[in-house]
Nanobody, 112 residues
Framework: QVQLVESGGGLVQPGGSLRLSCAAS????????MGWYRQAPGKQREMVAH???????NYADSVKGRFTISRDNAKNTVYLQMNSLSPEDTAVYYC??????WGQGTQVTVSS
């Protein structure tokens, strides 16, 4: 079990970019899957992207081609690079491990 802390959220204009980070309190080397989810106001939490320990990735259709998930096992950190952001991407973004750990979330607001 690890504690996860997200950072990098904020307010960005449509078309802009943000990079989210998820720092784990312990090693993620043995954690097969790490992922990002998001929850918009009034909506259910949804999967954004997953990455395995071997580097295989999976994305929600709504973010394919715009978001990139990566992990640095040496730094125990998972990243989410978000480009071409739109107001529909506004949500609280959560990091999660395959072991069921969740972070507190970081707010991303896309607005002009």
């Amino acid at each position: 079990q690890v504690q996860l802390v997200e950072s990098g959220g904020g307010l960005v204009q449509p078309g802009g970019s943000l990079r989210l980070s998820c720092a784990a309190s312990g090693s993620i080397l043995s954690i097969y899957v790490m992922g990002w989810y998001r929850q918009a106001p009034g909506k259910q939490r949804e999967m954004v992207a997953h990455i395995t320990s071997t580097g295989m990735t999976n994305y929600a259709d709504s973010v394919k081609g715009r978001f990139t998930i990566s992990r640095d096992n040496a730094k125990n950190t998972v990243y989410l690079q978000m480009n071409s952001l739109s107001p529909e991407d506004t949500a609280v973004y959560y990091c999660t491990s395959g072991s069921g750990d969740w972070g507190q979330g970081t707010q991303v607001t896309v607005s002009s």
